[in-house]
């Protein structure tokens, strides 16, 4: 495609946390591909930090140690601000893409609009599942939103928001998977576990140990079976270790550490225990069987249970209306009642077939690839308009 004739070509790019971070590197590289005198900054992680011109600030390695979860962050809240001011007043970019994260997200695009800079959102807030006002806001505020979900631009151009929808970003980085066949689940046999505790520190503090636990009874009936742990680049492996230990006995020598965004170490894996999130979603592209938890402070969770609108934590669940994969919340995330679950699949071999295939089955709700590089091309195009 023609270039933008423009002599400021400057992008600034702001995802908050691991799963962001990854489809945000993905746009960049595509942008580049297509422009490659584009000058991207990026606020993000260390995947956008590997693609783009300058890394302005590691906002990911703070989202993964509970940045928004803490009061000690509105000193760091209030530095941004203040770092993407000065940025926009100074670097004046030709746009803004807003990447997920809403919580921090809004605020830039005010910032943004106040210096008449277009934004463009990608992954926009899942408010079909709560806090509905936040459509409008971002409709109103936003040139452009790329929504991830098939069901998302109805709510959206409700409040007047222009909204394209070119499929699901994890669609550009799963191949099509074919459904699992249970082979040898004999208690002899060497069954492969994965397991993905969260991207943020307060998730993996709490999700790991209890996954662990729930390997160990497994493991006490498979006596061969092995453990995946798929962990952010941003959680050291000592880290990881020492929570594996807390559940006691010899787990470590069975577990290996693996950086999530090898799926195809991944999909080796005969059944996942999963947080709830993104991870569950990747899981049914590639057609593994799995279980969801998720535990969080109680105060929280009350909260939670009042504003959260849909009737799942998973996103496979949601995107196919019906509970397939089994999900244990807050009290009911307990190892005894998890493994049983897992030992229920792996000895009916007709039902583990049936489970992963309906999983794949969701790929075809999502869209179709290349999803990154028709975003690009939309910004680029919308570009030479402004």
Not at 175 to 191: R, V, W
Not at 296 to 324: D, G, H, T
Not at 347 to 371: C, D, T
Request: charged share 25%; with cysteine.
């Amino acid at each position: 495609m023609p270039e933008i004739i423009k002599t400021n070509k400057n992008i600034l790019i702001v995802a908050g946390d691991a799963s962001a971070d990854m489809h945000g590197a993905s746009l960049i590289s595509e942008l580049k591909k297509k422009d490659p005198e584009l000058s991207v900054y990026a606020i993000g992680g260390v995947r956008m930090k590997a693609v783009s011109n300058h890394l302005v600030y590691d906002l990911v390695s703070h989202g993964a140690i509970g940045f928004l979860q803490s009061f000690k962050s509105v000193a760091l809240w209030v530095k941004l601000i203040k770092l993407i001011r000065r940025f926009l007043e100074e670097k004046k970019p030709l746009c803004v893409i807003a990447v997920d994260f809403y919580g921090f997200n809004h605020q830039v695009l005010g910032l943004c609009k106040h210096r008449k800079i277009p934004v463009y959102y990608y992954i926009p807030p899942q408010v079909w599942a709560s806090r509905p006002g936040r459509a409008k806001t971002v409709a109103e505020l936003s040139k452009e939103i790329f929504a991830i979900f098939p069901f998302e631009p109805a709510i959206y151009s409700k409040y007047g928001g222009r909204v394209s929808f070119f499929g699901h970003p994890l669609l550009d980085i799963i191949p099509p998977s074919l459904p699992k066949k249970q082979s040898d689940f004999s208690e002899a046999a060497e069954i492969k576990i994965g397991i993905l505790p969260g991207s943020r520190k307060s998730e993996i503090e709490r999700h790991l140990p209890l996954f662990m636990e729930c390997f160990s009874i497994i493991k006490s009936v498979y006596k061969n079976a092995s453990a995946k742990i798929f962990a952010v680049p941003e959680t050291s492996d000592k880290r990881i270790c020492d929570l594996i230990s807390q559940a006691g006995g010899d787990l470590l020598s069975s577990c290996e550490i693996i950086r999530e965004s090898d799926y195809k170490k991944r999909a080796e894996s005969d059944f996942c225990l999963t947080c709830s999130g993104t991870a569950t979603l990747e899981n049914a592209l590639l057609g593994i069987p799995m279980i969801t938890a998720y535990i969080m402070p109680e105060i929280n969770y009350q909260i939670a249970k009042r504003i959260i609108k849909v009737p799942y934590i998973s996103l496979a669940n949601i995107i196919l209306k019906k509970p397939l994969i089994k999900e244990f919340v807050q009290k009911n995330a307990k190892p005894a009642l998890m493994a049983q679950e897992v030992f229920s699949l792996l000895n009916n071999p007709q039902r583990y077939h049936a489970f992963s295939a309906e999983l794949i089955s969701v790929r075809k709700i999502l869209g179709e690839a290349p999803v990154a590089e028709k975003i690009a091309e939309k910004i680029l195009s919308g570009l030479k308009t402004v």
